[in-house]
């Protein structure tokens, strides 16, 4: 494969967020040319891809005939068109994680009946076709309040999972095929980025803690190393690990934990691609998770995943009350910290919890 890491090497990237963005600065070290395809081309990967291809990830036109520019293929989201994906790989397109696994992850159903099926501990669930059928089930006293619901296809960042405590939350009710879990009682929530070659070798990161905005559900900040025990730190690696090992995957896999009130670890879900909690790797350990994820797809040695310094990542979201052109302050305040390192995205467009960039602290102290 070494040979193949040149300029003549054509990776494409399915979309061009941050992820992709931080991707391509990864890609460059090595002269790969990169493709990205996305719906605008004012995307944050927009200007730094190799070339740059107008198209929507979800039509199968777009996704079809971007694949056919390329030597290999990946992506930076989950909700792609996967009969495109199917058809590419059917062709011969090396697509990496393969399309079979994404078909699997992206839909949270599949998701969790493929931990149920291995025996991963994960949250109790139950499938509904729609709104209507979860009313139905709260009237013949088949579902009990509070529930988390989720939207089986198509979320991200909080948006597509609604809390339901009581009657009162039921206008907050989303339409669509979703998974109902129970609701958890969660201390914390903690992350694993895992890599896999196609050789089977597999590297983790070490474990960060999640900390969450209670409203909106997204991340405002993470820890690394977490402060939770040597035990559990070993029992969701090793999750981690069966469950790259079990889907035969090759990329990174990110996998989001849920630590309940009484210690216990439970998978709340996966993403086959690069990950927020796993952006402080980019200046706190060895291998950032764009190195890895290359590694990883291009069947190449894993990385050391050993962290240099510890450090806290701050998400920069989007001014409440806010939505236009985008405006920093704070830069030069920040930048008078020591240790402070700075991310922003380039999205032109601010609006309210939008990720719009990130802060890696990491330890000045040796
Ligand atoms: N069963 C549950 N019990 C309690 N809280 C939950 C449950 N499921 C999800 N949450 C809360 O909602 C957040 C978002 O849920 P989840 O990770 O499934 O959604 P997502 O939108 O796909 O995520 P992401 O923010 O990773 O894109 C979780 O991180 C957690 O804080
Ligand atoms: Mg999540």
Redesign the pocket.
Known sequence: MEKFVTSNLKLGIIAGGQLGKMLIQEASKWDIATYVLDKKSNCPAGSIASVFVKGNHLDFNSVYQFGKKVDILTYELENINIDALLKLKSEGLKIVPDPDILKIIQD?GLQKDFYSENNIPT?AYQSFKSKDEIIDAITTNHLNFPF?Q?LRKG???????A?IRGEQDLVKLLEGASIV????D?SK?IAVVAARNEKGEIKCFPIVE?V?DSRT???EMLVCPSEISKEQSLKAIHIAEIIIEKLGMAGLLAV?F?VDVNGEILV??V?PRPH?SGHHTIESVITSQFEQHLRAILNLPLGSTQIKLPAVMLNLLGEKGYEGPVRYEGLTESLAIEGVKIHLYGKKITKPNRKMGHVTVVSTIL
Request: charge should be negative; aromatic fraction near 10%; proline fraction near 0%.
């Open positions: 949270k949250v988390v989720k979320g991200y960042d909080g948006k597509g999972v809390v879990e129970e609701n958890v969660i929530e999640m969450f559900n997204i991340v989001e849920f709340n879900e993403a927020n």
